[in-house]
C-alpha cells in the first residue's frame, strides 16, 4: 500500500514561532506538494518539489519555506508563525515524469496559531 | 483564472437518490489529466480516479460513474443510489502535460441523509 506520512494530525504553536510540518513517502515519487485548504477556497498549492533540492513556488508561498534534503521527506516550514497560517495542511505526492499519474496524499496536520 | 469550477458547493440528497457532482475545467494543452477525490471527514484525501484527455469513453464503477465531454470542458461525476458513507467533500482536479501540478477545484460537500 502507498503511504504518504505526515508527522502530526493537529497541532496548536505560538505566533512568531518556527513551525515544521514534516511528510514522508516510501513510493519513490519524484513530486511532491504542500496544500493549504481552507474552507470555501479549496485546496492551495504553497510549494511544490519535481526532484531532491528542487522546489518551485505555488499559488501561496508568501511566509513559507521548503526543504527536500532527500527523495522521500518534504518539509513545509513557517518562519514565524501567524494567526492566519492557521489551517489544514495537506502533503502529497506523485510519480512524475510523463505520466501525470495521481497524487496520493497524507491525512493532513491541523495547524493552529495562538 | 479557476482552472477547475465546482460550482456547487453544498448538496444535500436523501440515501437511496442519485446525485451528480459537476467539474469543468480550463486548460489549453492537448494533453491532460482529470481525477477525483473524496474527502471523508477524516480528512484524507482518497482517489477515485483519472482520465486523459484522448479517452472520453465514460467509466461505471460500482455505485459511481464519470462522464467526460470535451466538447463542454466537462468531468461529471455521478453516484447511483447514495448512501450515508458517500458524506464527504469531492474534489476535481486537472494536470496538464506540461506541468507537474495538479489544479483543484474548491469542492463539494455532499451531505447523504438517511
Known amino acids: 500500500d502507498v503511504k504518504v506520512t505526515q508527522s502530526s494530525r493537529y497541532l496548536v504553536k505560538r505566533t512568531g514561532e518556527k513551525v515544521f510540518l514534516e511528510c514522508v513517502q516510501d513510493m519513490d515519487h519524484e513530486n511532491m506538494f504542500w496544500y493549504r485548504q481552507d474552507p470555501g477556497l479549496g485546496l492551495r498549492l504553497i510549494y511544490f518539489?519535481?526532484?531532491?533540492?528542487?522546489?518551485e513556488k505555488g499559488d501561496i508561498p508568501e511566509g513559507y519555506s521548503v526543504s527536500r534534503e532527500k527523495k522521500e521527506r518534504f518539509s513545509l516550514i513557517l518562519e514565524s508563525a501567524s494567526t492566519n497560517q492557521t489551517s489544514m495542511y495537506l502533503c502529497a505526492s506523485s510519480l512524475g515524469g510523463i505520466m501525470n499519474t495521481e497524487a496520493f496524499f497524507g491525512q493532513g496536520t491541523r495547524l493552529t496559531v495562538v | 483564472a479557476q482552472k477547475v469550477t465546482q460550482a456547487q458547493t453544498e448538496i444535500s440528497v436523501v440515501e437511496k437518490e442519485d446525485v451528480t457532482l459537476d467539474c469543468v475545467y480550463e486548460?489549453?494543452?492537448?494533453?491532460?489529466?482529470l481525477f477525483w477525490y473524496k474527502q471523508p471527514p477524516s480528512g484524507e484525501l482518497v482517489f477515485l480516479i483519472r482520465?486523459?484527455?484522448?479517452?472520453?469513453q465514460n467509466e461505471i464503477s460500482g455505485r459511481y460513474s464519470w462522464n467526460f465531454q470535451k466538447s463542454t470542458s466537462s468531468f461529471n461525476f455521478t453516484i447511483t443510489a447514495s448512501q450515508v458513507v458517500d458524506s464527504a467533500v469531492y474534489f476535481c482536479a486537472l494536470s496538464e502535460r506540461t506541468g507537474n501540478q495538479f489544479y483543484f477545484g474548491t469542492g463539494t460537500s455532499l451531505t447523504v441523509i438517511p
Open positions: 518539489s519535481y526532484d531532491v533540492k528542487m522546489k
Open positions: 486548460t489549453r494543452d492537448t494533453t491532460y489529466y
Open positions: 482520465r486523459n484527455s484522448f479517452d472520453e
